[in-house]
């Protein structure tokens, strides 16, 4: 997608315009349930260079963001050992959405309806020159610097992966 007027204007996008950051636009065939694996395929990338919003709750039911790799899962026990918690759970899908103004497939940590809700990445996304993140609507993504995660959103590395089995 390279023209200015076939981009949407989400959330996702008028944040990321208000940072003067970079990006590209990217749209894709969107398949129910297809995830971040279909998501590679239609675009023709590498599933570890997009990154999933993964929106969870605290023991005390405050949100929080988790940002990983396409093809890794989280683990949520080790990610609440790492914030000091004693339970992280994910958020049933309507409490997902009230959290972050988007429809589940379609969710972007920027332009977060709530604003403040804290945001973590797992460390080796910012090893990489580049990342696809979506864009805040099903079957939109945009292709950004990874470091934007930090100087936009003030996210944090956080080792959250599960190990492998």
């Known amino acids: 997608m390279s023209r200015h007027d076939d981009i949407p204007t989400t959330p996702a996008i008028r944040a990321l315009r208000a940072a003067n950051a970079a990006f590209t636009a990217h749209s894709y065939k969107y398949e129910e349930r297809g995830g971040t694996a279909q998501a590679a395929r239609e675009l023709g990338l590498d599933e570890h260079r997009i990154v999933k919003t993964i929106v969870l709750k605290n023991g005390a039911g405050k949100p929080l963001i988790m940002l ?98």
Not at 80 to 97: D, I, N, P
Request: proline share 6%; glycine share 12%; charged share 25%.
């Open 68 to 165: 990983m790799h396409g093809d890794r899962e989280i683990s949520t026990k080790n990610l609440a050992r790492a914030l000091g918690e004693k339970s992280v759970e994910l958020c049933e899908r309507a409490e997902a959405e009230r959290h972050s103004g988007y429809h589940c497939g379609g969710t972007s940590p920027f332009g977060f309806r709530r604003p403040g809700v804290p945001v973590y990445a797992q460390p080796s996304i910012f090893d990489l020159d580049w990342i696809c993140i979506n864009g805040g609507q099903r079957g939109f993504f945009v292709k950004i610097d990874p470091m934007l995660l930090k100087t936009v959103l003030g996210a944090k590395p956080l080792d959250a992966e599960q190990a492998a089995s």
